[in-house]
């Protein structure tokens, strides 16, 4: 047997979708034990083998398998390796553009936890800052943290001071516990005019763009903005009192007006005046969105216009204490004569049917992405479309439990490869082209379960389509096994 078809098969038969427990586990322990580990769906059996593992590189890389239940990795969240826990605080890589958050308890752990693991790499704090910025935590965590047991969480409840109800504010303040009553009290400042101010001079530049937009500002500080040009944080800061409003909504660049334009609290006057202004953006930004308005609205459509290849993190609404857009206001949104608001109804998992049904017609293109790529139930038919049309798109379709598998036999003779391969793995294709010109085509089609035990064995033989073939769900268990002996394993 030639070398060159070993580790071909090692990696096929890991990825065989029809390879049995046993066969897995044997893999766990060789060259590709740690991708298998990491990049597909895995029995119970496996999934145990690799949480007791011995080597840390076996269970790091469970825990950032995107496929495994998340509850499954819950022994992950204290493993005496810190590296574990920071990869599981981590998630998947490549990070997907939806995550999948973790269950309230790894995140309490997580969250909670006194030291880094025995390996002293990381320190706690640096694995907690990895779960943060991971997108795995869910409002609905962020939410409960007030409420929490544990005073750790209690204390990371004041660091979103705004999202907090006056109830759970009052509450913190009132913690029977010092140490998050102190951290409350210093929380405040953020809602303090006085605070803002006498802060605002050691934060840095970044963050002072959002003071500005987000704080309760001083009318010093609001004058200083003014003359200094740095008045844009205050256009979507719904603290700026409402003189200042008034003056924004009056400035001389167009884009600043429009941007008022969209605020959900303009006096009347304001309104009538935006109306009429003489650039045509600043009045369709406030045709776009009739009064009355909310800011949870503002935001929904703040979250759209990126143009038709975005591939920003699609992430859940933080409306803090504003009530989310009702779902009367998104079917409004969904036959509105304005392309940008049926982009927002477009992102909201809880439109009917027939909305969706009509979404996936509309004339607007982007319309149309947003859809597939936002909500659960979009048709498969219109997750293909996009996947062929635009590429940028393909590796978060790919990922949908609804992007189609089947009936792509008309798209074999595109002439992109990454479609080509799509429609080689069909089922129903009745010649897979293993002979195609582009690597990536030919493994695919070895892979197709359409081909013979027979076929089968000349795949294998042959270095450009033995992985593809060992990954064939067709190929029998026994020639699994049978194939595996003729890999010496190597342990990681």
Same mark, same amino acid.
């Given at each position: 047997?030639?070398?060159?078809?070993?580790?071909?098969?090692?990696?096929?038969?890991?990825?065989?979708?029809?390879?049995?427990?046993?066969?897995?586990?044997r893999l766990v322990d060789s060259a590709v034990g740690p991708s298998m580990c990491e990049g597909r769906e895995l029995p119970d059996a496996v999934t145990d083998a690799a949480l007791g593992h011995p080597d840390k590189g076996i269970r790091r890389a469970l825990a950032r398998n995107r496929h495994v239940d998340p509850a499954r990795l819950a022994p992950l969240a204290k493993?005496?390796?810190?590296?574990?826990?920071?990869?599981?605080?981590?998630?998947?890589?490549?990070?997907?553009?939806?995550?999948?958050p973790l269950p309230d308890g790894i995140i309490a752990t997580l969250l909670t936890a006194e030291d880094g693991g025995e390996d002293r790499m990381l320190t706690a704090s640096e694995i907690k800052a990895?779960?943060?910025s991971s997108r795995q935590i869910p409002q609905s965590f962020y939410r409960s943290m007030a409420g929490r047991e544990h005073?750790?969480?209690?204390?990371?409840?004041?660091?979103?001071?705004?999202?907090?109800?006056?109830?759970?504010?009052?509450g913190l303040l009132d913690d029977p516990d010092p140490a998050v009553r102190e951290a409350a009290r210093e929380a405040g400042w953020v809602l303090d005019p006085e605070r803002v101010e006498a802060e605002l001079p050691s934060i840095g530049s970044l963050s002072r763009e959002h003071v500005l937009g987000t704080c309760a500002l001083s009318p010093a500080l609001v004058e200083r903005c003014f003359a200094d040009g740095t008045v844009e944080p205050l256009t979507r800061n719904p603290h700026t009192p409402a003189p200042a409003v008034a003056r924004l909504a009056r400035h001389p660049e167009p884009g600043i007006r429009a941007k008022v334009a969209a605020r959900p609290d303009l006096a009347p006057e304001l309104v009538a005046e935006l109306g009429q202004d003489p650039d045509a953006y600043v009045r369709m930004r406030m045709r776009l969105h009739p009064f009355p308005r909310t800011w949870g609205e503002y935001g929904a459509i703040r979250l759209v216009g990126h143009g038709p290849d975005?591939?920003?993190?699609?992430?859940?609404?933080?409306?803090?204490?504003?009530?989310?857009?009702?779902?009367?206001?998104?079917?409004?949104?969904?036959?509105?004569?304005? +392309?940008?608001?049926?982009?927002? @109804? *477009?992102?909201? %998992?809880? #439109? &009917?049917?027939?909305?969706?049904? =009509? /979404?996936?017609?509309?004339?607007?293109?982007?319309?149309?992405?947003?859809?597939?790529?936002?909500?659960?139930?979009?048709p498969p038919h219109l997750l293909l479309d996009v996947f062929v049309t635009r590429p940028a798109h393909r590796p978060h379709l790919l990922t949908l439990p609804a992007f189609?598998?089947?009936?792509?036999?008309?798209?074999?003779?595109?002439?992109?490869?990454?479609?080509?391969?799509?429609?080689?793995?069909?089922?129903?294709?009745?010649?897979?082209?293993?002979?195609?010109?582009?690597?990536?085509?030919?493994?695919?089609?070895?892979?197709?379960?359409?081909?013979?035990?027979?076929?089968?064995?000349?795949?294998?033989?042959? +270095?450009?389509?033995?992985?593809? @073939? *060992?990954?064939? %769900?067709? #190929? &029998?268990?026994?020639?699994?096994? =049978? /194939?595996?002996?003729?890999?010496?394993?190597?342990?990681?």
């Open positions: 047997m030639s070398d060159s078809l070993r580790e071909p098969w090692l990696r096929g038969l890991a990825f065989n979708p029809a390879a049995p427990s046993d066969l897995l586990i493993d005496p390796s810190g590296i574990v826990r920071w990869w599981l605080a981590g998630g998947p890589l490549p990070r997907p553009r939806r995550v999948r990895q779960l943060e005073p750790e969480l209690r204390i990371r409840a004041t660091w979103r001071w705004q999202s907090l109800t006056p109830v759970e504010r009052a975005c591939v920003c993190p699609i992430i859940e609404p933080d409306t803090g204490p504003d009530v989310e857009p009702s779902a009367d206001w998104f079917a409004a949104c969904a036959v509105s004569e304005e +392309p940008v608001l049926r982009r927002v @109804a *477009a992102t909201w %998992p809880g #439109l &009917p049917a027939e909305l969706v049904e =009509a /979404l996936a017609r509309d004339e607007d293109e982007e319309v149309r992405i947003r859809l597939a790529c936002h909500h659960p139930p979009a189609p598998r089947t009936g792509l036999t008309h798209l074999i003779g595109h002439p992109d490869p990454q479609v080509r391969a799509l429609a080689a793995a069909d089922p129903a294709l009745p010649d897979p082209p293993v002979d195609d010109p582009d690597a990536s085509v030919s493994r695919a089609a070895a892979a197709n379960p359409n081909l013979s035990p027979q076929a089968l064995e000349t795949l294998l033989a042959d +270095p450009r389509t033995a992985e593809g @073939a *060992a990954a064939n %769900p067709s #190929l &029998p268990v026994s020639r699994m096994h =049978a /194939l595996l002996d003729r890999c010496p394993t190597t342990v990681v």
